[in-house]
């Protein structure tokens, strides 16, 4: 049997776990010396609410490799495989961890660490994917083929309504903080082989979403396309963003979720992001 694993940095609608059989290894979010855990006693709006008190960004991180041994001996019985999908190894040690599980219990099952080379929803979409396609009854060589192609093919682009959590992650300087707040700069991020990059700073949000909304067209063209939108509390601005994009797009299937908070922790409230790639004809058949 094929056992898909991914981490609570992966971000999805609510039911993708239990619809495609997805085994997530929790996050862990320590704030000094308490320490919650994503999903089960810390919510999206208490992390937003425990840095704007403590004015702190607080530290996330996996299981050690032992741990995650344990949670693939939970999650697997002997002989099965395991399709492990995580977060770009440039910007997180996680797949380093993961691989070092898998050399563990190599004798045990086989496990495919599998680097998606972004985040987000785009590693929940390539979830969705390999289900889908084990259900098929493709084999984990073809499934890995398939989710080579789309990471390949990705657009991942977030524009920033504050500079006060990059600041406060210390992803920017306190000058560059100050001069952004002072001109209402809003920056706009892209993924760029396997990292996300400042591709530039308007004067207005609005301005800001307009033109993460042409890149994402300008890249995807025509062709039909899976999208993801994601925000960070701010819902109402995603269902808009969604609505536009419709429009605006071929769009085969599309998504809002919450962005997780090892994103969000460095992006902040307020940040919207799209996740898109194409959807070949072919690859369906």
């Given at each position: ?26 996050l ?61 190894g ?13 050399q ?100 207005t ?59 969000a922790?460095?992006l902040g ?8 790639y194409?959807?070949?004809e072919?690859?369906?058949?």
């Amino acid at each position: 049997m094929l056992r898909i694993v991914t981490d609570g940095a992966t971000d999805m609608p609510e039911g993708w776990q239990e619809e495609y059989q997805i085994n997530i290894l929790p996050l862990r979010v320590s704030f000094g010396e308490k320490i919650y855990t994503q999903g089960e006693n810390f919510s999206f709006m208490d992390f937003y609410n425990l840095v704007k008190q403590t004015r702190i960004i607080p530290k996330t991180s996996l299981p050690s490799p032992g741990q995650v041994v344990d949670f693939y001996r939970r999650i697997a019985q002997k002989g099965d495989t395991i399709l492990s999908m995580h977060v770009t190894g440039k910007l997180s040690g996680t797949l380093a961890t993961i691989q070092a599980a898998a050399q563990e219990l190599k004798e045990e099952y086989r496990i495919f660490p599998f680097d998606s080379g972004a985040g987000s929803a785009a590693v929940g979409f390539m979830c969705r994917e390999a289900r889908i396609l084990d259900r098929a009854g493709k084999t984990p060589e073809q499934i890995l083929k398939r989710l080579e192609r789309i990471r390949t093919r990705l657009t991942v682009i977030f524009t920033l309504d504050t500079l006060e959590f990059a600041h406060l992650s210390g992803r920017i300087n306190a000058f560059q903080n100050a001069l952004s707040s002072l001109l209402k700069v809003k920056p706009i991020v892209i993924l760029k082989d396997g990292l996300l990059e400042m591709a530039d700073r308007v004067r207005t949000r609005q301005k800001a979403l307009e033109q993460v909304l042409e890149t994402v067209r300008q890249r995807v063209g025509n062709r039909p396309a899976n999208i993801a939108i994601v925000h960070a509390a701010d819902p109402q601005a995603a269902q808009q963003m969604l609505e536009r994009i419709r429009n605006l797009l071929n769009v085969k299937e599309s998504i809002i979720t919450d962005l997780s908070i090892p994103v969000a922790a460095n992006l902040g409230p307020g940040t919207i992001g799209i996740v898109a790639y194409p959807v070949d004809e072919e690859e369906e058949e």
